[in-house]
């Protein structure tokens, strides 16, 4: 091994050791060039380290690199090597940052106070990753009088009240012209409320009442891969005497400058007239709800209808909301963005279906779960994505993704006790909804204190889907 090493290296000036000994920090060559070798505890073995830190035998010593074992390192055993990136990415689980408020909805008609329940994006959001095991974490404020038991617990606020919907309707007016102010608004989500020891593959910055600020979205797009955001979390503004929810431009509202390192914005069909499609398509991913009729991808020169689910509308509340979930999961599960938007159409058209929260049957999970690691494995097998890069192209098996997930929403359900999961609620909650299945006033919830038709700041009515 000796004469080996003085064979290959005859310039490096060597200890009487074989190897550097791994209480000495350095070593050093001709040009007294000095190269960190690595602690006791890196994984390889310290003779094929030491071998690797020499650069290869030209006619002139190149400096060699300074190896930061602790820090961050381009040399490929490095545990901050692209290779070790890969290695910790196939062992540890997808990694979720959810960033929202949870809200208290009330929805009122003619002054007379239909359902209260638990709201804001971040709920339905996390149910449906919840639902199919991504794990997450959620950021999300309330303040002490927040009542509701949830999955994932909140932050308690001791200055403000957890943020409160009012959502007015009127039989003397038409739907559309339902007025929603904004009550109650519990403090900010702020840059150092996020986590700082971590890193996240996905990131949704899912705010509802002007609870996530620039710098809190910028801090998340430096934590998180790839970030998904509503653009409601952008552009809602607030009347500052009665709290009247309205509508900006995204060039005006303060995020505009963030555009391009957002990987998904999701707008509705009247959202997306506020955000300049044609424009946003160039920095990100735009994905527009249609309700009914499905949802639209546009990225740079790409543009795909993406088919929906026949559903029967109860309540839309939260469809928007679990469309975006649903479509974060199929990313998560390398699908082609075609086929994740499918499947945010898919959990889209199970929300609408119950009131409030929906309650997922557990076997139809199973079916989702077994068809995504099929997708999976087929996707491995092709090799058709391919450094965590996104593909827009449509597959050629989507319209049998499409038939497999209305199977599976069609097929016949165990009974509810034994197959739903349950979600957060409180006594208040079910009180009314039973009230109102009872009453036949379902129909009547066809508002979302966070989701429903609101005027725009120049009087055009707008929806959030």
Do not use: W
């Not at 030491?50 to 060699?64: A, G």
């Not at 957890?162 to 009550?183: E, P």
């Not at 509508?247 to 963030?258: A, I, T």
């Not at 999701?266 to 959202?271: F, G, L, P, Q, V």
Request: aromatic content about 6%; charged content about 20%; proline content about 8%.
């Amino acid at each position: 091994m000796e004469n080996r090493i003085k064979n290959c290296f005859p310039e490096v000036r060597r200890s009487k050791h074989r190897r550097p000994p791994l209480s000495s920090p350095t070593h050093f060559c001709k040009a007294q060039i000095p190269i960190r070798l690595p602690p006791v505890h890196h994984p390889f073995p310290p003779v094929a380290i030491f071998f690797d830190v020499f650069p290869p035998i030209s006619s002139h010593l190149c400096p060699l690199p300074d190896l930061h074992f602790n820090g961050v390192s381009r040399h490929p055993t490095s545990l901050t090597s692209p290779l070790h990136q890969k290695m910790r990415e196939n062992r540890e689980p997808t990694s979720c940052l959810v960033v929202g408020n949870y809200c208290h909805d009330v929805l009122m008609k003619d002054g007379v106070v239909l359902a209260e329940s638990l709201g804001g994006a971040a709920s339905f959001v996390s149910a449906v990753l919840d639902g199919v095991s991504i794990p997450s974490t959620l950021i999300t404020k309330v303040g002490s009088d927040f009542s509701y038991s949830v999955t994932h617990p909140p932050l308690v606020s001791p200055y403000s009240k957890t943020t409160l919907f009012h959502a007015h309707f009127s039989s003397q007016i038409q739907r559309h012209d339902r007025v929603l102010k904004r009550v109650h608004a519990c403090e900010p989500i702020t840059p150092s409320d996020l986590p700082h020891s971590r890193r996240f593959q996905f990131g949704l910055g899912v705010g509802v009442a002007g609870e996530i600020l620039p710098e809190t979205l910028e801090k998340m797009l430096d934590i998180c891969d790839t970030v998904f955001v509503d653009v409601q979390a952008l552009i809602r503004v607030f009347d500052p005497a009665d709290g009247t929810v309205s509508l900006v431009h995204l060039r005006d509202s303060g995020f505009h400058h963030l555009l391009r390192r957002i990987g998904f914005l999701k707008a509705s069909s009247e959202e997306a007239t506020y955000i300049d499609v044609e424009e946003a398509k160039k920095e990100c991913c735009v994905v527009v709800t249609n309700g009914k009729d499905g949802c639209t991808v546009y990225h740079r020169n790409v543009e795909q209808q993406i088919a929906p689910f026949p559903a029967v509308q109860v309540d839309p509340t939260g469809a928007g909301d679990s469309f975006l979930g649903g479509l974060v999961v199929g990313v998560a599960h390398g699908l082609a963005v075609p086929d994740a938007a499918l499947l945010g159409n898919f959990f889209g058209s199970l929300t609408v279906g119950q009131v409030g929260l929906p309650k997922f049957d557990l076997r139809l999970l199973q079916a989702v779960k077994d068809e995504l690691q099929r997708k999976r494995l087929k996707l491995l097998g092709r090799c058709e994505r391919q450094n965590d890069k996104l593909v827009f192209v449509r597959p050629l098996d989507h319209e049998e993704f499409h038939t497999a997930l209305i199977e599976a929403k069609t097929s016949p359900a165990v009974p509810i006790q034994q197959c739903q999961q349950e979600l957060p609620s409180s006594p208040r909650v079910a009180e009314h909804h039973n009230h109102l299945v009872c009453s036949g006033q379902q129909n009547a919830l066809l508002g979302n204190a966070c989701e429903e038709p609101i005027k725009s700041v120049d009087g055009i009515p707008d929806q959030a889907l």
